[in-house]
Structure formats: structure tokens, C-alpha cells
């Protein structure tokens, strides 16, 4: 954790920046059946689709939602639809009542089932990976378990990675004796510049083994040219480990594209599975580079490098419901939509005077989140004092962010079932907190 952010805990800052309840408010009824999405006209691109309203006015429908705040932190996980959350509270009901006699005689084939349609859907074969609680897990078991450095050895990370990456890549040195470095990636941030920062390092330290890619940064949501990187470190003999938890899902990819051979996802977020889902990707013929867990037979089966214990087997059956849902509305018609919102009140912040917009015009580099702050207050305390004044007075929760080499920030993600006047009223309330 940040000392900073530590420091504020103690302090009691974050509880008070961030009040646990914001009034009850109404939510559509969980147990109302959601109508059926309408189908996509034929030919329509999803660039077109993103501004239909009564398409994702259905899509919304979808989903239960408070109103008692305006809901801009649609990237710690993702909220079930209707469809999967009835779909997990049947499998719920079903492994309670049957316990052991289910647990041990058909969760082995049918997590199997749920492991082939996550391979499916992520564009590897399913010797390919293996479901974990999240990204956080997955990466650790590959960060951690990664044996190829020799002491002395150079591992790399930057600001835009995710704290918990961070300290499991500075473990290393412990652990293998490597040589940790970091970098700060360049702000205002652009396409050519991000990339020769890498390659700045990649030159800066011969002895490089090793490097932590994020995908999409949880801080500023800047999309990283991850193939491109990859491949120039693929020429140098490096290897990449890529933290796609913010990416798969919400970009039109599949893992392939990222030209890596590990990977860590998420699929309780943008896929919107229930919480404790998520997969480690290790390419064929890789798995041996990874350590076995805590003592695990050592061979080729990726299974042997995550040891999760007793899971939460509903999720794990609830995740192909997920899938199905999150195919039927289409990855690309997901895209359009969310980068359409986000650039709704990115475009309307960069035209007010005291509010410092991190979010790049480059649509290779955008993704659903984007960063603000208030010119000039860069600390962690500006950014939680900003947060709860956007609670407090304007009924709108958007989460302060850490970390960066340029100071804190405020971030902002909508979700596939956030409607336009939301942004709205966000741009709004910038324009008055800008005045003072």
C-alpha cells in the first residue's frame, strides 16, 4: 500500500472522504424478469449502435441499479445482469442443497465446462489457462512463480501498474535476487512516447529479463500499446507478463492480440460474472518457466500453478451465463459504447478552466476510464477532498487514484448501463467545483 494512502487511513480520511451510505434510494426490483435485448439492425457498425439510445436503454434494463448516487465506479467489478444473477442464485441454491455429493461427483466436469467456455471466449485453447479468483491471483502466481531470473537479473514495472503487482514484482528480489527497476510513464501521454519509454529501458538495462505490462491502467485508464512492446521485447529476449484485468472485456481483443505469453484477467468485471472469477493465461509450452504452486507435481498441466482451495463454486458455474450475455451484446458494440460515454464528459472537462483532464484524444489509447483533477492539487489528500466534495454536493461518486509519477487524481468509469445524463451532470459539477 502507499504510505501515503496508509497514512490516510490512519488518519481516518479515506472513511470520512468516502461515507459508506448516500441515502437509500430504489433500484428496479431484482426479482422482475429483464426484457429480451432487441436485435442489432443488420449492417449497423457499433460505432452507430453507440448512440442508440433505445438499444441501450434495453441493455440497461438488464441490470439493477440504485439512483441514490451517480454510480461512476463501474471499474471495481462489474455488476451481474438480471440473467446471471438469477443464474447465480440458482447454482447457489442447488450446491447448497447438494453439498459434497455435487461438490466431488459433477463440479469437477462442469468447471471443466465453464474452463472451455472462458478459453473460448478469451481466444486460447483451454490447456491455456486456468480460472483463478481474479487478476490479483493470477498475477501473483506468475509474477511470484516466474523462474527464469538468474540473481542479478532486471525486472521492470511503472506507475500505471497495479499496486499489488508492484509489490509482488519488488518481491522478486527477494525471491530471486533480481535487480527491480521502474519507470514513470509520460504525462500528457501519447502513442510514441509511452512506447520509447520502454524502449528507453529496455536499452537502459541490458541484463532486463523481465516486465509488468498493464493492459489498461486502473489510475488514468490510458490503453499501453502492449503488442507492440511486446514484440520489441520478444527481440531483445524479454519476457512479458500482462495485466489485462481492465482490458479483456472491454476492448475488442482477445489474448493472442497481446502477443504475450502470460497473462492475468479478470472476468467479474467487465464481463460481468459474479465476484471471484477471473484466469491465468500461460501460452503451450511456457508452463514449465512457471513454478508449480507450494509443492505441486511439476509437468505441463497449468492447473498444478494455482492451488485456489475450496472456490466459490456458483461463480464458477454462473461464468458461462456471463459469457453468453457479454457475446450477445458484442465486445465492439461494448466498446463504442463505453468510449462514447467516456468522451462525453472527457470533451465537456477539457473546456473548463481549473480541471486537468488525464485522458488522451488518441483512440489507441482510450479506453471506459479517464482521470481528472484540479490544477495544481496533486496530493492524495486533494484528490480524496475532491471526491467526497463530489458525493457531498453533487451526489456523484467517483474514486480518488494514487500512484502516478504526476500526483493523485479522481477517476471516472462509466458502465454499459450508464445513461448519457450522468456524464452530464458530472461535467456539470466540474464546472462549479472549478469556480470554487
Not at 434494463?61 to 467489478?77: H, R
Not at 462489474?78 to 440473467?83: D, F, H, T, V
Not at 478459453?119 to 523462474?147: C, F, K, M, P, S
Not at 497481446?258 to 460474472?273: R, T, V
Request: proline share 5%; with cysteine.
Amino acid at each position: 500500500m502507499n504510505p501515503q494512502r496508509r497514512a490516510l487511513l490512519r488518519a481516518g480520511t479515506l472513511a470520512a472522504a468516502l461515507p459508506l451510505t448516500v441515502g437509500a434510494g430504489s433500484a428496479a426490483a431484482a426479482s422482475g424478469l429483464a426484457p429480451p435485448l432487441p436485435a442489432v439492425p443488420a449492417g449497423t457498425s457499433p460505432e452507430a449502435l453507440a448512440s442508440n439510445q433505445a438499444y441501450w436503454q434495453a441493455v440497461a434494463a438488464q441490470y439493477d441499479t440504485a439512483d441514490a448516487i451517480v454510480q461512476l465506479d463501474n471499474a471495481y467489478w462489474g455488476s451481474m445482469a438480471r440473467p446471471v444473477l438469477r443464474h447465480y442464485e440458482q447454482q447457489l441454491a442447488m450446491v447448497n442443497r447438494d453439498n459434497a455429493w455435487y461438490a466431488r461427483m459433477r463440479f469437477p466436469a462442469d468447471v471443466e465446462a465453464a474452463r472451455a467456455a472462458a478459453a473460448r471466449a478469451l481466444g486460447v485453447a483451454i490447456d491455456e489457462i486456468v480460472l483463478t479468483r481474479g487478476a490479483t491471483e493470477a498475477l501473483q502466481v506468475l509474477i511470484a512463480g516466474y523462474n527464469r531470473l538468474q540473481p542479478g537479473d532486471a525486472v521492470l514495472y511503472a506507475d500505471i501498474d497495479y499496486d499489488n503487482m508492484i509489490t509482488v514484482t519488488r518481491w522478486l528480489q527477494q525471491r530471486r535476487g533480481a535487480q527491480v527497476v521502474h519507470i514513470d510513464m509520460p504525462e500528457p501521454f501519447t502513442h510514441d512516447n509511452v512506447v520509447a519509454a520502454y524502449v528507453a529501458a529496455m536499452e537502459r538495462h541490458p541484463t532486463l529479463k523481465l516486465m509488468l505490462l498493464t493492459h489498461v491502467n486502473h489510475r488514468n485508464g490510458m490503453v499501453l500499446p502492449v503488442a507492440e512492446i511486446s514484440r520489441l521485447a520478444r527481440a531483445r529476449g524479454i519476457d512479458v507478463i500482462v495485466d489485462t484485468a481492465h482490458g479483456f472485456g472491454q476492448l475488442d481483443m482477445t489474448i493472442p492480440d497481446l502477443q504475450a505469453d502470460f497473462a492475468g484477467i479478470n472476468l467479474h468485471k467487465w464481463i460481468g460474472a459474479p465476484v471471484g472469477v477471473g484466469a491465468a493465461y500461460i501460452k503451450r509450452g511456457r508452463v514449465a518457466d512457471i513454478d508449480p504452486w507450494l509443492g505441486e507435481k511439476a509437468g505441463d498441466d497449468i492447473r498444478t500453478r494455482v492451488h485456489t482451495g475450496t472456490v466459490n463454486f456458483a461463480a464458477y458455474l454462473s461464468l458461462p451465463a456471463a459469457l453468453d450475455l457479454h457475446a450477445q451484446i458484442g465486445v465492439a458494440n461494448k466498446q463504442a459504447r463505453l468510449r462514447l460515454l467516456r468522451n462525453r464528459w472527457v470533451e465537456a472537462a477539457h473546456g473548463i478552466d481549473g480541471i486537468e483532464v488525464l485522458a488522451s484524444s488518441d483512440p489507441r489509447l482510450t479506453s471506459a476510464i479517464a482521470s481528472f483533477r484540479l490544477k495544481g492539487k496533486t496530493s492524495v489528500a486533494d484528490s480524496y477532498a475532491l471526491s467526497k466534495k463530489l458525493v457531498r454536493e453533487h451526489g456523484i461518486f467517483a474514486v480518488p487514484r494514487d500512484g502516478l509519477a504526476s500526483g493523485a487524481c479522481v477517476r471516472v468509469t462509466p458502465g454499459i448501463f450508464t445513461p448519457e445524463s450522468h456524464l452530464d451532470r458530472l461535467a456539470d459539477a466540474l464546472r462549479k467545483v472549478a469556480k470554487g
